[in-house]
């Protein structure tokens, strides 16, 4: 599951917007797993949301944390 966690964050690196239907399509993850990290970096706040829920991006603050 980590792997899949690190793999969101470089889909979500440009700093863009992105929609969470390509983002799950393109990781091949179910429904459930997805969800679950998405949550994880919503609780976080690493990701920030659209108004209709169906797009992300990393949050600025997060962008620029060390690597």
């Known amino acids: 599951m980590s792997f899949l966690i690190e793999a ?7 700093g863009q917007w992105h929609s969470l239907a390509q983002i799950r399509k393109d990781l091949c993850m179910s429904e459930a797993d997805f969800l ?4 994880f970096y919503k609780r976080f706040n ?8 169906e797009k992300v991006k990393l949050d600025d603050c997060f962008l620029k944390l060390p690597t």
């Not at 969101?8 to 440009?14: A, G, I, Q, R, S």
């Not at 679950?36 to 949550?39: A, F, G, L, V």
């Open 8 to 14: 969101v964050v470089v889909l979500l690196e440009d």
């Open 36 to 39: 679950k990290i998405i949550n």
């Open 46 to 53: 690493f990701i920030n949301m659209d108004e209709k829920g």
